[in-house]
């Protein structure tokens, strides 16, 4: 199949996914792991929450070697606090060993079928196992601004396997100023996934967050919020 049909029907395939605004973004990270990111919108001083790290940071150091600013990084899983804990971090790189959800509490994780895959997830999929589970902590957006005393997030990146329909609206009703978020969708994982993704948009939009860019896959998507937009 030609390239120009591909796309054709990527296009097609993902048309409940279009961008609101245009923007002059830079993808950083790797090519699997990385997001678009509006960098004149980060500075030393900013504050970058990282939701789900697996075995990949080029994101974040990506991050740290351009700006120097702090990243506060979260995954319970146990292959990546195993990871983790035999990297070389930058000491900008700040991980806790729990997961995002929407309540502070001892949940079930479930790990995935694949042994060669990492990342599992608190939502039960089709990529995951019924059978092999664990018992993780998960703490709460709002517990985790408490936490660190946070007034303002620059930055926050979700990858959290599925989750990310569970507790983006927690995220948004926080109250607290956020610059830009950018986020990994797995529609794929869900028979309503695609009903999945356009609820997760409006949601965006209501709470004021536009979405400027997105990647060749149509699942890593990057939202700013239009505040930080109209004060530029």
């Known amino acids: ?8 029907l990527n296009n097609l395939r ?3 996914i279009k961008k609101d605004i245009k ?5 950083f990270g790797n090519k699997y792991g990385g997001f678009y990111v509006i960098p004149t919108l980060l500075s030393k001083n900013a504050i970058v ?9 080029s994101f974040d150091r990506m991050l740290i070697s351009s700006f120097k600013c702090q990243i506060f990084a979260f995954d319970p899983t146990p292959d990546s606090i195993a990871w983790c804990k035999q990297q070389n971090l930058p000491d900008q790189f700040n991980f806790f060993e729990n997961g995002l959800s929407t309540k502070s509490e001892n949940d079930t994780f479930f790990l995935p079928k694949n042994k060669n895959h990492v990342s599992g997830s608190l939502v039960e999929h089709n990529q995951l196992s019924s059978e092999n589970k664990i018992c993780v902590k998960m703490k709460s ?6 936490n660190f005393k946070h007034e303002k997030v620059d930055l926050i990146k979700m990858d959290i396997e599925g989750s990310e329909y569970d507790v983006a609206e927690s995220i948004l009703n926080s109250g607290i100023n956020i610059t830009q978020i950018v ?24 709470n004021g967050f536009l979405l400027h860019s ?12 239009e505040k930080a ?4």
């Open 1 to 8: 199949m030609k390239a120009s049909v591909k796309r054709l």
């Open 14 to 16: 993902h048309s409940h």
């Open 23 to 27: 923007c002059n973004s830079k993808w």
């Open 49 to 57: 929450y990282s939701f789900g790290v697996g075995k990949d940071i």
């Open 141 to 146: 957006f709002e517990d985790i601004l408490t």
């Open 183 to 206: 986020l990994e969708i797995h529609e794929r994982f869900f028979q309503n996934g695609r009903e999945k993704t356009i609820g997760l948009l409006e949601i965006f939009r209501k």
């Open 214 to 225: 997105i990647s060749s896959t149509y699942e890593d998507l990057s939202f700013v919020h």
């Open 229 to 232: 937009i109209q004060h530029k």
